[in-house]
C-alpha cells in the first residue's frame, strides 16, 4: 500500500503545500471543474514521465496542459483571432484547445506532435496554484488508462493504493457531477469537434458561427 500525503483543500496551507511539491517534480492529485486530475510542471520532464507512469498512460497519447490566464497562454501557445475570441466564449470552463505550441515542452507531453491540448479551468483551487507556479501545469484524469475518472474523493485515493502513486492529494471532497470537457482542433479552419464533453457541440457551433461563415459548419 502507497503511502500518500493528503491535504484538504481547505487547509490555510494548501496552495503552498501543492506548489512545493510540483515545483520539486512531483505529482498532485488535484480538483478541477470537470473531474479529479493528476498534475505536474509541464516544463519538468521528469515530472512529466512520472505522471505517466502513475496513470500507465500510453506514450501515443499526449496529455493537455492547464494555464490560468491569457498572458500565460500565449506565452505557451499561438493562437490567432477569431479562434482566441471563441475559446474565452467558454474559457474559464470544460473546453480543451489542441493548438500549435509556442513553448518546448517534455517530447511526451505532446506525443511527438506539434501541438499542444489548452485549458483554462473553471476551478479556484486550480486557478491559484497555477498563478502560484507561474507555469502550465500537465493535468489528466486523476485514475488509471483504462479506469473511469472520477469525481469522488475516496474512489481515487482507492486507484492508487497499488503501484506507483502521487505524492500528494488534495482533498476537496466529493466534486460535482460533470462532463470531461469538449476538445476541440483549433489547427483547422473551422476548428473542428474531436470529443463531445461539458459543453455541447450545439453550443459551441452557435458561437463558432459568428466568426466563420455557416457553410463551414
Same mark, same amino acid.
Given at each position: 500500500?502507497?503511502?500518500?500525503?493528503?491535504?484538504?483543500?481547505?487547509?490555510? /496551507? !494548501?496552495?503552498?503545500?501543492?506548489?512545493?511539491?510540483?515545483? &520539486?517534480?512531483?505529482? +498532485?492529485?488535484?480538483?478541477?471543474?470537470?473531474?479529479?486530475?493528476?498534475?505536474?510542471?509541464?516544463?519538468? *520532464?521528469? *515530472?512529466?514521465?512520472?505522471?505517466?507512469?502513475?496513470?500507465?498512460?500510453?506514450? %501515443?497519447?499526449?496529455? $493537455?496542459?492547464?494555464?490560468?490566464?491569457?498572458?500565460?497562454?500565449?506565452?505557451? +501557445?499561438?493562437?490567432?483571432?477569431?479562434?482566441?475570441?471563441?475559446?474565452?466564449?467558454?474559457? $474559464?470552463?470544460?473546453?480543451?484547445? @489542441?493548438?500549435?505550441?509556442?513553448?518546448?515542452?517534455?517530447?511526451?507531453?505532446? &506525443? %511527438?506532435?506539434?501541438?499542444?491540448?489548452?485549458? #483554462?479551468?473553471?476551478? =479556484?483551487?486550480?486557478?491559484?496554484?497555477? /498563478?502560484?507556479?507561474?507555469?502550465?501545469?500537465?493535468?489528466?484524469?486523476?485514475?488509471?488508462?483504462?479506469?473511469?475518472?472520477?469525481?469522488?474523493? @475516496?474512489? !481515487?485515493?482507492?486507484?492508487?493504493?497499488?503501484?506507483?502513486? $502521487?505524492?500528494?492529494?488534495?482533498?476537496?471532497?466529493?466534486?460535482?457531477?460533470?462532463? $470531461? =470537457?469538449? @476538445? !476541440?482542433?483549433?489547427?483547422?479552419?473551422?476548428?473542428? #469537434?474531436?470529443?463531445? /464533453?461539458? #459543453?455541447?457541440? =450545439?453550443?459551441?457551433? &452557435? !458561437? *463558432? =458561427?459568428?466568426?466563420?461563415?455557416?457553410?463551414?459548419?
Amino acid at each position: 500500500m502507497n503511502f500518500m500525503e493528503r491535504i484538504s483543500e481547505d487547509d490555510p /496551507g !494548501v496552495l503552498k503545500r501543492a506548489a512545493e511539491v510540483l515545483s &520539486a517534480g512531483g505529482v +498532485v492529485v488535484v480538483p478541477t471543474d470537470t473531474v479529479y486530475g493528476l498534475a505536474c510542471d509541464a516544463f519538468n *520532464a521528469s *515530472a512529466v514521465e512520472k505522471l505517466f507512469l502513475i496513470k500507465k498512460r500510453d506514450r %501515443g497519447k499526449a496529455i $493537455p496542459i492547464f494555464v490560468h490566464d491569457r498572458m500565460l497562454l500565449d506565452q505557451v +501557445v499561438l493562437l490567432d483571432e477569431p479562434v482566441a475570441t471563441i475559446l474565452f466564449n467558454f474559457w $474559464p470552463g470544460a473546453l480543451t484547445a @489542441v493548438i500549435l505550441a509556442r513553448s518546448i515542452f517534455p517530447e511526451a507531453l505532446q &506525443a %511527438g506532435t506539434p501541438t499542444v491540448g489548452v485549458r #483554462i479551468p473553471n476551478n =479556484s483551487f486550480i486557478l491559484g496554484l497555477i /498563478g502560484r507556479m507561474g507555469r502550465p501545469l500537465a493535468v489528466t484524469s486523476a485514475n488509471k488508462s483504462g479506469h473511469g475518472e472520477s469525481t469522488h474523493i @475516496v474512489r !481515487v485515493v482507492n486507484e492508487f493504493h497499488e503501484g506507483a502513486g $502521487p505524492d500528494l492529494i488534495i482533498d476537496a471532497g466529493d466534486l460535482a457531477e460533470n462532463k $470531461p =470537457s469538449i @476538445v !476541440v482542433d483549433c489547427t483547422k479552419t473551422p476548428p473542428v #469537434i474531436l470529443r463531445e /464533453g461539458g #459543453i455541447s457541440k =450545439s453550443d459551441f457551433f &452557435a !458561437v *463558432a =458561427s459568428q466568426y466563420f461563415k455557416p457553410n463551414n459548419y
